[in-house]
């Protein structure tokens, strides 16, 4: 059994060490991705709340020229009237006998 003692011992003494580190470059690499993934999170998370601002703008611009907007229909609707009533007042007036 010499020799299973003697392999056993090379690859303590060779790979184990080389094991040792690759461990530890991998656990490096991990705490590296570890603080990315947290920068990408928070930039992710800064975006959408931007997003979410530029939205909530759009709709409140939108909101408000739709009032604009109705506003302005009612107040030509209101105009509309305004003039019909007046024509039909000249007529009215126009027809009436003319007193000296």
């Known amino acids: 059994m010499g020799v299973v003692e003697d392999v056993r011992q090379v690859l303590q003494d060779v790979v184990a ?10 656990e490096e690499i991990e705490k590296r991705i570890g603080r990315i993934e947290g920068r990408m999170q928070t930039g992710f998370q ?15 611009r939108a909101t408000e020229r739709h009032t ?6 009612d107040l030509q609707t209101r105009v ?16 009436q006998p003319k007193q000296q």
């Open 17 to 26: 060490p080389d094991l040792k580190a690759l461990q530890t470059e991998v």
């Open 46 to 60: 800064d975006l959408e709340a931007k997003m979410q601002r530029s939205f909530q703008d759009a709709e409140q």
């Open 68 to 73: 604009a907007l109705m506003n302005s229909f």
């Open 80 to 95: 509309q009237k305004t003039e019909a009533a007046l024509n039909r007042l000249e007529a009215k007036v126009e027809s």
